[in-house]
């Protein structure tokens, strides 16, 4: 392969400097936080744009996601946002405050609180969501169609003892 990134230049310094290591964990790994500082920048831009932090979109996704009429517990939250209980009473009474989403008593238990999106929620999810996968689409414009799913197959098989 005639082309080299800057993580070939780092690799290529390192093996001179220490050939009695084994930097093959580096030409994998380094281009992934390479590529994941990318993909933070290009959510940034789109949650920037649709007027919500990362953790707004977080909730708001799960909310979404859940489809008609977009109402889940805060149990059920804290399991899809993998966050402290505190941390998301705290996230939900500020989306609240910003009129994203509405506490309601469960209808099928009196004591059961349902965090339900309101429409100006559901707007700005949906408007990050386009712009993210537009913006995704872009880093991934190198890539055919096969070598997306390809990669797609390996970063699962190595993130499938993470999750």
Known sequence: MSEHDE???????????????DFAPLQVLSRVGRLARHLDRARRTAF????LESWEFDVLS????????YQLSPKALLQ????????????????????????RTDPHDGRGILVVMSSAGQKRVDTAIS????????????????????LSVLLRKLSLDFD
């Open 7 to 21: 993580v070939d230049r780092i690799v290529d310094a390192w093996e001179r400097e220490r050939p009695d290591l």
């Open 48 to 51: 920037t744009a649709s007027e």
């Open 131 to 150: 712009l993210l996968l537009e913006a995704e689409a872009e880093l991934l414009d190198n890539l055919s169609s096969g070598d997306r799913e390809k």
């Open 62 to 69: 799960a909310l979404r996601r859940a489809g008609t009429p």
């Open 80 to 103: 899809q946002t993998l966050v402290s209980s505190g941390t998301m009473t705290n996230r939900i009474d500020r989306l609240v405050e910003r009129r994203l989403v509405e506490r």
